[in-house]
């Protein structure tokens, strides 16, 4: 489905970490020394940033928040609402964004809710907040953009130990009649959602101790119900067909040549994937800012922390011809076209393993 | 692309000196035949072939003689 939105403005973006660095190097003690180069050959992915235990994403969308906020000189009573996008959320429930709201001192009267998409969750919170402002039902909407992957993935399996990274961000979205029109071009294939799930926790399959029981798989790795299973082959086989006609659709509609484009932001997933997508799209990966080095796939979190790890200065500077693509699990993919900046970019924000609100127990003991 | 180059696109992809894979090597016993390498492989037929691999295709390939005959009709 392709849409246009104008008379929206993106003001600003931050990007927050734990301060936790792995280097997938490290791996080599599990998996072999050689195996653990060749992933990080392949992958791109040298280092990421792992949250604490018990850190949660909003830990580290809140500071992401706080620091965006300040550096923009917004008065919190002028954020209309509070937009959450996460797949692992503080609780069940209630919505994150509920607990977001208080944590933030945003305004009573702020709406605030949650959205659950992973890889393609940035461009769809960006086409519901710049929507609702473009409707008129919202002036500034804080959009909220953070995963902690790392808790749902097995560090026994190979398949997915070195590639996932924990990251928060913030961006503001506020109405501005002069702004330049963004065009979305998004869709969705549930046919593959098996292809990348976490098959215990939800109302399908409830926890217990049979779900959190270590299984082998058929490439050695261990996992259980409630890890992160990814089919990384078919995962591929989707983002590299799907993805380059999403792209040269969304480029068409905001009139944008491969040549006019300043870059192109994907999704970081992992650095063959964007090569071969690049490729097919005769685009250059000088135009193709990476992250994925420093910070691995940080879910929804990858395209706002590209902003701020590689393309600050350009976009604090003057405007930039950008696409914006994310895809991956649900399947779902989304993309976003058009000219942004100037805009407030804040330096990144990192975030100490003490940093964490605690758990709330209804009353019982933990 | 020749079978011959073929092959050697498959060593590259494997992580092999140029001339290692065989046609009829059972890919079990092929050290580095692995997803990753799969990754490779659709790479490479989608672009130098024009053939889109499919997932259930490639674990269902027992040796390198099913790989090539994946891609047969685009070799020379």
Redesign the interface.
Known sequence: MTTSVRGVRIAGVAAAVPEQIVANEQAGERFGAAEAAKIIKSTGIVRRRVAADGQCASDLCIPAGERLLADLGWDKASVDALIFVSQTGDYLLPATACLVQHRLGLRKSCAAFDLTLGCSGYVYGLWVASGLVAAGLAKRVLLLVGEISTRRVNAADRAAALLFGDAGTATAIEADPDAPALHFELGTDGAGGEHLVVPAGGCRLLPSTRTAELQSTEDGSQRSLGDVAMNGVEVFIFSTREVPAMIRTVMTAAELGTDTVDALVLHQANEFMLKHIAKSLKIPMTKVPLSLHEFGNTSSATLPITLVHALAEPLRTGPQRLVLAGFGVGLSWGAVAGTFGPMVISPLVEVPATAMYPVLTGGLAL | MTTDQFLIHLDEIL?RAEGTTKRGEALADTEGW???A???L??LA??DLDT????KQ??AAKTTDDLIAMVAEKLS
């Open positions: 992580n692995d997803s990753l799969m990754l490779g659709i790479a989608d672009s889109r691999l499919t997932g490639l674990t």
